[in-house]
Structure formats: C-alpha cells, structure tokens
C-alpha cells in the first residue's frame, strides 16, 4: 500500500497500472473506484484509500458503475506472497469460505480464526467473511449479466445462504437491486454457459502462452492453438469446460459448469493458469537492469509464467516429463485410461484428469503411484494453501521424483516468481544465444520463472 500523498498522485494522474493495488473512496459521494477512473478529480480530503474493495465496502462505500473496481486484476503482491495472507486469498477467492466456512479457511492454514482475522485486517483492512463477500457479490454480478437464471438461483449459486442475505448485499455494493443490474436484457446463452472478460495489466503476450500451452496439450483433456485454450477442469462441485481467447483489453472466458457454485474456483484457477495478476511493469524494470538480457525482454514484451488450474496434475505432469513427447504419450494414455469422461463431449474434449485416488492403486509409473497415494492418505499436501518451501520437501521425500520436477511444479502450480531450469534444454540454448551463464541468473532474482520466459523464446 501507497503512502496516502503518492497514491493520490497516482490518482490523479490516472494510473490504470495500479488498478487492484489499492482503492480509492470519496467520502462525499459513499463511492469507491478504482485509481484509473475518468470521473472528476475529488478533493485531497474527501478521499480515503484502501488496501482492498472489501475493506471500502466495510467503511460503507459502494462500488462505482463507471469504473466498476469489483472486476480489476488482483493485486500482484498476493500473486506472489507465499505467506500465510497470500495463501488466504488464493482459498477465498477460490471460494471456500462458501465451501467450508471461516472455521475451514483457518484450518486449512493451521491458524485459529482470530488469528487469521488479525492478519486479513492488517493487511487487507477486512476479514475473511467481508473478503469473502466482496467475492459473492462479484460472483452474482458475473450471473446476472451472463446469464438467464432466475435471481433466486444466482444467489445460492454465487454463495449467498439466503435471498435476503444476496438482495441486501447487492444494495449495500452496487447500490442497486438484482433486477436493476440485470436491466430488460437477455443473454439467451446456452444452460450452464458463462461468458466472462477476464482482466489483466498490459502489456500481455497471449500467443505466447497459447503456444507454450499448446505444445503440452494432451489429447481428450486439452484442446489449443496459438490463438486459443481449451481444456477440461475438475472443480469442488463437479466438472467443467473452459475457452480462452484474446479480446480487446481482456481475455475472453467461456466457462461450461455443471454446478454454477464453481465460477469462483474456476475463474481463479483460469486466472493463475495465464499469470493475469501479475505487474509487467515491476517485472521488466528489474529484468532489464542486466543489458545482456534487455533485448530480450524489450523484444518480447508481456512474458507471463504459464500456470497451472489443478497442482495435483501438474504434479504428475512434472514426473511424466511433459516436456518430451514421450511424456506426453504417457499421459495422454493415462488420460484414456482411466481419466472422468465427459457426458457430453465438447469438441476434441472426452475427459477431465484421473481422480487422484484412482491413481493410487492403478498401473501407472511408480512415482506417480506413490505421488497419489501420499496425497490421499494426506502426507503431501497439494492445496492453494500449502507453503511452497512444504510442498517441495514433501514432493523431494517420495522415492523417484526429480528435483526438477518439483521445481517445475513451485513455478506453474504454485506461481514461484523465482525459480530457475539451468539444466532445461530450452533454458541453456536461450543463456548460449545471449551469452550468458548459469551464473548470470543470480542477477535477475527475485523474477528468474520470467526470465526464463525470455531465454526460451
């Protein structure tokens, strides 16, 4: 967060880079925006500033309809933080505290609830339920205009318990009602569809990470070019289908979910799969102190990490060797064998990833057996909320798995800025052509995963 005389400066210069890095209230309308909105500069004191639009909703300010700030990227510092808030934000916005409750949140990251308040309200200036509102209404907002669903359906869906509990959340927010928001429209889309802009700060090289993706895809679970994504998803609540395109200003979603309870999880996992909360600008500014590496980053502008939207996947991704063709025969077998098939298939698409404890006891590698039967019996722990330095000392403990491996998975799985392949064939070419060592990547932490993206271009 901004000291107060800076970030009005950034106001007033209407700054969209730091749109979700912090949010702007105006004490004299009870509204809140985001700091690139075009409406008239307010006064230096009526203005208040927050860490998050959860914490301006609890002060008793409502979102602009201008700027709308409920549906800016998130912040690039819980995209990286590893902390106990950072991991905190990731579950909520993956929508558990609608799945199991504050009590579960906690539990999952092994604090007492006042605990975990204490550090929300610290840095986030909210708690997790007023987080986890904030979430609700922006899933309803997201239903009611993408969708035909009767009101009474989108709110429990969105997570809301009680229809109240949605109508006045709605007022409170927006300062609205659900029928107003959803206006004499009609979408008339198929059932279960969605379609959602989702995002980012430019620059963004999207057919980067369509072709990076696409040359992974495995046949039945994923489906990609370089000008598209599909792939299947596993979600709490059941299965779905995502698309992923390039828009003007956004990325185009289209989400086929067999519960609509999943939009959090499943625009959070989409999210993270093309790194969209992350800052370029911060990025490059350090990347480009090393001259040997500016053109490549110059010329390649809008590198993001490729994520992933499942760890355990990605997990025995990283164990198979994806990275080969071999690998991918093999899971593209694995697939076949023993994968969820889809009832309807859409397209190319015939079946979402193995459960992970069928693997356990099936005719798979040893490493990915002994993979899925740690995560079943719970030694290992593959979750948003598992600690990134946890994860690689209970992946590094199963006989069989590389540490390259691991690493693999902290960089896609667990978005770990700074994590370097030294021994990626890819990775060695890319120092060669530049002349650069092993050595030199020293120079380029704490962003080396994104420096990579510069050496294998």
């Given amino acids: 967060m901004l000291a107060d005389e800076d970030a009005y400066s950034v106001l007033r210069s209407r700054d969209g880079r730091f749109d979700g890095r912090f949010f702007v209230a105006v004490v004299t309308t009870g509204i809140y925006c985001r700091p690139s909105c075009p409406a008239a500069l307010p006064k230096r004191e009526n203005v208040r500033f927050y860490p998050s639009s959860a914490a301006a909703l609890e002060a008793g300010f409502r979102a602009c309809k201008r700027c709308r700030p409920d549906t800016t990227p998130g912040s690039p510092a819980w995209n990286v933080r590893a902390d106990v808030v950072g991991r905190a934000m990731r579950l909520i916005a993956d929508g558990l505290v609608d799945r199991e409750g504050v009590t579960g949140l906690a539990a999952r990251l092994g604090y007492s609830e006042r605990q975990l308040r204490r550090q929300l309200i ?110 299947s998803l596993t979600l709490p609540h059941g299965l779905g289908i995502v698309t992923l395109r390039p828009a003007q200003a956004h990325v185009s979603c289209e989400l086929r979910l067999a519960d609509l309870k999943d939009l959090p999880a499943a625009v959070r996992r989409c999210r993270h799969l093309l790194d969209l909360d992350a800052d370029p600008r911060d990025i490059t500014d ?134 370097f392949l030294p021994t990626d064939p890819a990775v060695q070419e890319g120092l060669h052509r530049l002349g650069l060592t092993a050595e030199d990547a020293r120079r380029w932490r704490p962003w080396r995963s994104y420096a990579m993206q510069h050496l294998t271009a």
Avoid: C, W
């Fill in 122 to 231: 610290a840095d986030l200036g909210a708690g997790p339920q007023a987080l986890a509102r904030a979430q609700r209404a922006a899933n309803a907002r997201t239903l009611l205009e993408t969708t035909d669903l009767p009101a009474s359906e989108i709110a429990f869906a969105a997570g809301f318990s009680t229809i109240r509990q949605f109508n006045d959340t709605l007022r409170k927010v927006y300062g609205t009602t659900p029928t107003a928001m959803r206006g004499t429209r009609r979408t008339h889309r198929p059932p279960g569809t969605l379609h959602l802009n989702l995002t980012y700060r430019p620059p963004l090289d999207l057919t980067h990470l369509f072709t990076f993706l696409a040359a992974r895809a495995i046949p039945g679970l994923e489906d990609a070019t370089d000008t598209y994504y599909r792939r």
């Fill in 286 to 419: 350090h990347l480009t102190r090393d001259p040997l590496l500016t053109p490549a980053v110059t010329a390649h502008s809008g590198r993001r990490v490729p994520g992933h939207v499942d760890p355990a996947e990605m997990a025995v991704r990283a164990i198979l060797n994806e990275e080969t063709p071999t690998g991918r025969a093999r899971l593209a077998h694995l697939i076949q064998r023993y994968g969820t098939p889809h009832q309807v298939h859409p397209g190319n698409l015939t079946h979402a990833f193995p459960r992970i404890e069928l693997l356990a006891d099936a005719d798979v590698p040893a490493p990915v057996a002994a993979l899925a039967r740690a995560l079943t019996a719970g030694t290992v722990h593959l979750g948003p909320e598992t600690d990134r330095d946890q994860v690689e000392r209970e992946l590094l403990a199963l006989p069989g798995i590389a540490a390259e491996a691991v690493a693999r998975v902290r960089m896609r799985a667990f978005g770990d800025p700074d994590v």
